[in-house]
């Protein structure tokens, strides 16, 4: 790094806990073409997270904003989400999961660690890791268990806050100049235009039993059992305002799934379930047996059945050619294709991310033609 850019990134600013400070420092950053972001939070024991901190960071600048000492972020929010300034972050999907209430939607968003994969850098590397690879400084780790929620902050924890912003404006450029060199920066494009998409960042109750895996094995009527369980916990979670797993955990929504108990007497006997539970939540998880609508008795659960060999050995074939393509581009191979990528296109050739955008010519042609 030249002479300049160091002198930046060690230029330190007071937490931001004022109005007017929050202003002077919304206008400076308002008027740049990129700002470094990053956010500190607690969600231990919410279903929402509590914002605690927000880093940030210009050519010229870094500084924490302090959500806890201020009402409004309005100024921080129109930063945050002006088309003209490019959000370069790390790892983004939470701290933007995170903004989003408070913020609204945060775009552009450049990701360091999804431009790092496409330019041949393992494809979940941590910041700290990618700061060393690329510009040869290591950052301390005395404060990865601090509590942001407490207060004062000691000018140690806002030294290392800072550090998660620093360095994210150089990251950027030494990987822009790789993939640019490599013929890549189209890709970084397309992967990035998909941050900007809000459902990502949401929670969709009647879909959330996709999240849990293995039931999409079951019978239809259990299917539905499962997608009113964990439809009724997640409204529930967001209405309490507590971890999911805090109101119905995924064991027990896995039993109830399993056993469809059709009394308060049957439910307080599936193994290791709560008698508060059944108490308090008793009825409202029979509604939801009720509400599915299975049959009396239910058909019996699905046998474990060996894998279709066939089906196994094109998933093989696919995953070596994969593999084989990511050797010559040397990138990791889940950054072209996971598991569930080529499962998905075996299942629908025609509806997948292999089949659309720059994994189609380099890698999707491949498998399309292995099939």
């Known amino acids: 790094m030249n002479r300049r850019i160091v002198q930046a990134l060690f230029r330190l600013h007071a937490p931001v806990t004022t109005p007017s400070q929050l202003n002077d420092l919304a206008a400076q950053l308002g008027a740049a073409a990129r700002v470094g972001l990053d956010t500190e939070f607690l969600r231990e024991r919410t279903y929402r997270a509590q914002l605690c901190l927000v880093q940030l960071a210009g050519a010229d600048t870094a500084a924490c904003v302090d959500p806890l000492a201020l009402a409004d972020l309005e100024p921080l929010a129109g930063v945050l989400t002006e088309a003209g300034v490019i959000k370069v972050m790390h790892a983004s999907r939470q701290d933007l ?26 494809a979940q590397i941590g910041y700290a890791e990618l700061v060393r690879r690329l510009l040869g400084h290591e950052l301390p780790k005395s404060h990865t268990r601090t509590d942001w929620s407490r207060r004062p902050l000691h000018p140690e924890q806002i030294e290392y806050a800072l550090d998660d912003v620093r360095y994210l404006l150089p990251l950027a450029a030494a990987l822009e100049e790789q993939l640019a060199r490599l013929g890549r920066l189209g890709w970084l494009t397309e992967e990035l235009a998909a941050l900007g998409s809000p459902e990502l960042l949401a929670v969709d109750p009647q879909r959330a039993w996709l999240r849990l895996k293995g039931l999409q094995q079951l019978d239809q009527p259990r299917q539905r059992l499962a997608q009113q369980l964990a439809a009724w916990r997640e409204r529930t979670a967001m209405a309490d305002d507590r971890p999911r797993g805090w109101i119905l955990d995924d064991t027990l929504l896995r039993a109830i799934v399993a056993q469809v108990p059709r009394s308060v007497e049957a439910l307080a006997q599936i193994p290791d379930m709560p008698a508060g539970l059944v108490s308090r939540r008793g009825g409202e998880l029979l509604a939801c047996v009720e509400a599915a609508d299975i049959p009396d008795p239910p058909a019996p659960l699905p046998g474990r059945t060996r894998p279709d060999a066939t089906r196994e050995a094109l998933l093989r074939r696919l995953g070596g050619i994969n593999q084989s393509v990511a050797r010559e581009l040397q990138i990791a191979p889940e950054v072209l294709a996971t598991r569930r990528d080529l499962e998905q296109f075996v299942e629908q050739p025609g509806r997948n991310a292999l089949v659309r955008g720059w994994r189609a010519a380099v890698v999707g042609e491949k498998l399309r033609a292995a099939l």
Do not use: C, K, S
């Open 97 to 122: 999961e995170v903004l989003l209430p408070v913020a609204g939607l945060v775009r552009p968003v450049f990701d360091t660690q999804i431009a790092a994969a496409l330019a041949g850098l393992p």
